[in-house]
């Protein structure tokens, strides 16, 4: 997979570390290919370079196992994050062809579904975060797939962002504007924060 830029997906994140703090636990990845895309955030559990450290491993063991299914990467993630403190993350990967979406959560990274559309109903799906810790111990993993319109949005963010944020303003901007708005208005500030918005657009089918 390459880092994803243009195609079906747009997307932007925004983050920020604990004041005071010169690195951020808080970390993404967006991969594309041919035929979809993965989206993760990662959340290296407490704050600092260990933080840190915890989650550019669970980056650097996703972005090296391009294809592979959602519950086969947290479980490779797990394995390579023992000497570690562990982390919470939540991944998404997008079947472009059949319109899905098949995302699981393992800790505390929220994930919800925003329909798109012109009606844009208020109803949005959420992820089942599953208790435990990817590096520590792992919930038994059982993946949820969901079918995917055009328009829909899917909103990542770790725990330090406040979850009262508009779902009406998200939808109606770009992604990095809502992200950026996002962590502008709902980041609290005492914790590492990170928020990453993917929109299912125009062109995916």
Not at 92 to 116: A, E, M
């Amino acid at each position: 997979m390459e880092k994803l830029n243009n195609g079906p997906l747009e997307w932007g994140a925004a983050g920020m570390a604990l004041q005071g703090s010169a690195e951020s636990g808080d970390r993404y990845v967006c991969l594309a290919s041919e035929a979809g895309a993965l989206v993760a955030v990662i959340d290296g559990l407490g704050h600092g370079s260990h933080a840190a450290l915890a989650a550019q491993v669970a980056c650097s063991v996703l972005e090296s196992l391009p294809g592979e299914n959602v519950i086969a990467l947290i479980r490779a993630c797990h394995e390579k994050l023992k000497p570690t403190r562990g982390v919470a993350m939540s991944l998404g990967s997008f079947d472009f062809k059949d319109g899905l979406l098949t995302w699981l959560g393992v800790g505390n990274v929220r994930g919800i579904l925003l329909p798109g559309g012109g009606t844009w109903s208020d109803k949005e799906d959420s992820l089942l975060q599953r208790p435990g810790v990817v590096g520590s111990h792992l919930p038994r993993l059982q993946a949820a797939v969901v079918p995917l319109a055009l328009g829909d949005t899917v909103v990542f963010s770790t725990d330090g962002i406040d979850d009262s944020f508009d779902r009406a303003t998200v939808r109606a901007l770009p992604p990095q504007r809502a992200a950026d708005l996002i962590l502008a208005r709902h980041a609290r500030r005492n914790d590492d924060a990170l928020v990453l918005i993917a929109r299912y657009r125009e062109g995916a089918r």
